[in-house]
Nanobody, 113 residues
Framework: QVQLVESGGGLVQAGGSLRLSCAAS??????MGWYRQAPEKQREFVAG???????NYADSVKGRFTISIDNANNTVYLPMNSLKPEDTGVYYC?????????WGQGTQVTVSS
């Protein structure tokens, strides 16, 4: 069974840090990434990493978030620094395998001002 399980969300003050983790099981994804959805807004791309090691980021998080994949443990991480209130939302882990997108259940990140 293909599964993605996120952890690491929480409440933090502006300027603080959190690290999200996403444990994958059931397959090795060709690429993995993070998306987020703020209240009453559409889900948006945050960061992604391909199997070749190439990474890309939304402009709003460049220089503050860093995506990395631990291939040995099939886990993707997203350390987030200098958090802002506008980073608040549910963060979803995404994996692409054989042309199909898989999603985790999401983890809440709340940044207070």
């Amino acid at each position: 069974q293909v599964q993605l399980v996120e952890s690491g969300g929480g409440l933090v003050q502006a300027g603080g840090s959190l690290r999200l983790s996403c444990a994958a099981s059931g397959t090795i994804f060709s690429s993995m990434g993070w998306y987020r959805q703020a209240p009453e807004k559409q889900r948006e791309f945050v960061a992604g990493s391909s199997s070749g090691g190439r990474t890309n980021y939304a402009d709003s998080v460049k220089g503050r978030f860093t995506i990395s994949i631990d291939n040995a443990n099939n886990t993707v991480y997203l350390p987030m620094n200098s958090l802002k209130p506008e980073d608040t939302g549910v963060y979803y882990c995404n994996g692409l395998w054989l042309g199909r997108n898989y999603w985790g259940q999401g983890t809440q990140v709340t940044v207070s001002s």
